[in-house]
């Protein structure tokens, strides 16, 4: 049987709204959710196949976006949320009792401070940006994905209209790449 990659991907991406507002994201626990408000869309959607990127039972894949931190508010049960993992770039808050990640967000200097990855599928709401692309695919492996099925699941994604990486996209790429430039005061050549 073909593994899942994600919920949201497996039996074909239902496309979003894009004038979509926004809504709320809750976590999995039965009582006393922690609620997120979102005041947009989420952008850069994208499947993610690395570790720390949470991913729902079974899946091989993550799907995470991002929202301007200042669009982002915890509405409800704020105490029930932890750190995972203090030393990685990305701080994933997620609720003690579930697990659930409800925002990941960077402190430090980074091309993407600012912005907070986020996980629609905690969302009841439709018309959220559809995954965009498939990134980190090879981290896979890293987990304990056999080498021999990369085929399969990088022709699943092309199958579902997702173009595969094993990082991120040459956009994000280039704005990952523009920001270290700058920062080290490269000065680009004229064309
Ligand atoms: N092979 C590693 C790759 C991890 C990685 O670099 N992940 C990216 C993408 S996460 C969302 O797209 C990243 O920016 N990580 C920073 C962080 O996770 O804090 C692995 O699988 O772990
Ligand atoms: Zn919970
Ligand atoms: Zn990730």
């Given at each position: 049987?073909a593994?899942?990659?994600?919920?949201?991907?497996?039996?074909g991406?239902?496309?979003?709204?894009p004038?979509?507002?926004?809504?709320?994201?809750?976590?999995r626990?039965?009582?006393?959710q922690?609620?997120?408000?979102?005041?947009?869309?989420?952008?850069?959607?994208h499947?993610?196949?690395?570790?720390k990127?949470?991913?729902?039972?079974?899946?091989?894949?993550?799907?995470?976006?991002?929202?301007?931190?200042?669009?982002?508010?915890?509405?409800a049960?704020?105490?029930?949320?932890?750190?995972?993992?203090?030393?990685?770039?990305?701080?994933?808050?997620?609720?003690?009792?579930c697990?659930?990640?409800?925002?990941?967000?960077?402190?430090r200097?980074?091309a993407?401070?600012?912005?907070?990855?986020?996980?629609?599928?905690?969302?009841?709401?439709?018309?959220?940006?559809?995954?965009?692309?498939?990134?980190f695919?090879s981290?896979i492996?890293e987990?304990g994905?056999?080498?021999?099925?990369?085929?399969?699941?990088?022709?699943?994604?092309?199958?579902?209209?997702?173009?595969t990486?094993?990082?991120?996209?040459?956009?994000?790429?280039?704005?990952?790449?523009?920001?270290?430039?700058?920062?080290?005061?490269?000065?680009?050549?004229?064309l």
């Amino acid at each position: 049987m073909a593994p899942s990659l994600h919920p949201l991907i497996d039996n074909g991406i239902a496309k979003g709204d894009p004038a979509f507002p926004g809504g709320t994201l809750h976590c999995r626990c039965s009582s006393n959710q922690v609620v997120v408000t979102l005041k947009s869309n989420v952008a850069h959607n994208h499947a993610c196949g690395c570790s720390k990127c949470w991913k729902p039972d079974g899946a091989l894949f993550s799907v995470v976006g991002v929202v301007p931190r200042d669009q982002l508010q915890v509405s409800a049960n704020e105490s029930k949320l932890h750190v995972v993992d203090r030393s990685a770039v990305i701080l994933r808050h997620a609720c003690k009792e579930c697990g659930a990640h409800l925002f990941g967000r960077i402190e430090r200097e980074h091309a993407f401070h600012g912005l907070d990855f986020v996980h629609v599928e905690l969302s009841d709401q439709k018309g959220w940006q559809e995954p965009q692309f498939a990134g980190f695919v090879s981290s896979i492996i890293e987990q304990g994905f056999n080498p021999s099925g990369m085929d399969e699941v990088r022709a699943k994604f092309k199958s579902a209209g997702l173009e595969t990486y094993d990082a991120l996209s040459p956009p994000l790429m280039d704005l990952i790449a523009t920001f270290t430039a700058k920062k080290s005061g490269v000065k680009f050549a004229n064309l």
